[in-house]
C-alpha cells in the first residue's frame, strides 16, 4: 500500500444526503401547493407526516457517515464534509497514527437472497478513548479485507473484527 492515500469513505453517504434533500424539496412544494389551492385538509396531513419523517431523519444524523480526508505514515487528516449546505456527521482534525489502537475491519453479512449488494465491510482506524473511529474504506468484503490487511501491515497496527449488533465476530490473526 502506497501512503499517503486520499480516501473518502463519505461519498455513499452524499448521495444519500442529496436523494433526501430532493425528496425533501418535492415534499416541501407539494405541501405548498395543497395550501395554495385552499386544501387545508391535505396540507396540514402531508404537513404532519412530513413533521413525523423529520424526527426520523434528525435521529439518523447521529449515524457516522464516513470520512474524507488523508492517511500518511504518521498521522490521518480528516475534514468536515457537506452536502449543499449541510454537515455530514463525520470527524474532522488531524490524528498522530499512535492515537489508534488498532485497524477494524467491519463486516455486514447480508442474508436477503435477492440483495443486489452482497457482504459489505469497512475498514476503520480505532481511535483510543477521546479519539474518533474512523471509516476509511467501505466496500464489498472481498475488497475490504485485503485493504484492512495491507493497512494493517502499512501502518504496524493490530487487525481487529470490529462487532455489528446481532453478529458474531470472526477472529482475523496475521
Given at each position: 500500500?502506497?501512503?499517503?492515500?486520499?480516501?473518502?469513505s463519505?461519498e455513499p453517504?452524499?448521495r444519500?444526503?442529496?436523494i433526501?434533500?430532493?425528496?425533501?424539496?418535492?415534499?416541501?412544494?407539494a405541501?405548498?401547493?395543497l395550501?395554495?389551492?385552499g386544501n387545508?385538509l391535505?396540507?396540514?396531513?402531508l404537513?404532519?407526516v412530513?413533521?413525523?419523517?423529520?424526527a426520523?431523519?434528525?435521529?439518523?444524523r447521529r449515524?457516522?457517515?464516513?470520512?474524507?480526508?488523508?492517511l500518511?505514515a504518521?498521522?490521518?487528516?480528516v475534514?468536515?464534509v457537506?452536502?449543499?449546505g449541510?454537515s455530514?456527521n463525520?470527524?474532522?482534525?488531524?490524528?498522530p497514527?499512535?492515537?489508534?489502537e488498532?485497524?477494524?475491519?467491519?463486516?455486514?453479512?447480508?442474508?436477503?437472497?435477492?440483495?443486489i449488494?452482497?457482504?459489505?465491510?469497512t475498514?476503520?482506524?480505532?481511535?483510543?478513548?477521546?479519539i474518533?473511529?474512523?471509516?476509511v474504506?467501505?466496500?464489498d468484503?472481498d475488497?475490504?479485507?485485503?485493504?484492512a490487511?495491507e493497512?494493517?501491515?502499512?501502518?504496524?497496527?493490530?487487525?481487529?473484527?470490529?462487532?455489528?449488533?446481532?453478529?458474531?465476530?470472526?477472529r482475523?490473526?496475521?
Amino acid at each position: 500500500m502506497n501512503l499517503p492515500l486520499d480516501f473518502n469513505s463519505a461519498e455513499p453517504w452524499t448521495r444519500i444526503v442529496k436523494i433526501a434533500l430532493t425528496i425533501a424539496a418535492v415534499y416541501v412544494i407539494a405541501v405548498a401547493g395543497l395550501f395554495a389551492k385552499g386544501n387545508f385538509l391535505g396540507g396540514a396531513v402531508l404537513l404532519v407526516v412530513g413533521l413525523a419523517f423529520y424526527a426520523v431523519l434528525r435521529r439518523a444524523r447521529r449515524v457516522s457517515m464516513g470520512a474524507a480526508g488523508r492517511l500518511t505514515a504518521s498521522a490521518v487528516t480528516v475534514h468536515p464534509v457537506r452536502v449543499w449546505g449541510f454537515s455530514l456527521n463525520v470527524p474532522s482534525g488531524e490524528f498522530p497514527l499512535n492515537q489508534f489502537e488498532a485497524v477494524g475491519l467491519l463486516e455486514r453479512i447480508v442474508i436477503v437472497p435477492q440483495s443486489i449488494r452482497g457482504n459489505t465491510g469497512t475498514v476503520q482506524l480505532l481511535g483510543r478513548p477521546g479519539i474518533p473511529t474512523i471509516d476509511v474504506m467501505m466496500g464489498d468484503i472481498d475488497t475490504a479485507r485485503p485493504f484492512a490487511e495491507e493497512l494493517t501491515a502499512a501502518l504496524n497496527l493490530e487487525l481487529k473484527s470490529v462487532a455489528v449488533p446481532g453478529q458474531t465476530i470472526r477472529r482475523y490473526t496475521m
